[in-house]
């Protein structure tokens, strides 16, 4: 998916980025939990699983063939 150069990149930025998401799901967590109660959040667990692999089919594409693939 990456040119060979940009893999440590990638791995970094996704690394970065889930520890992020991670620091803010946790607040979110439990701010609702306290206000609001547990139903809310399970039930959006479940439609973020659904989200997260909608956004990864969009993101991700068929490699293009070579000319000589073909």
Do not use: C, H
Not at 37 to 56: E, K, N, Q, R, S
């Amino acid at each position: 998916m990456f040119p060979g150069r940009a893999v440590a990149t990638a791995n970094g930025l996704s690394g970065s980025t889930a520890m992020l998401g991670g620091m803010l799901f946790t607040a979110v967590v439990g701010i609702v939990a306290q206000n609001i109660g547990y139903a809310p959040l399970f039930a959006t667990i479940a439609f973020l699983d659904l989200i997260g692999v909608a956004f990864l089919w969009s993101l991700l594409r068929e490699p293009k063939r070579a000319v000589a693939d073909l």
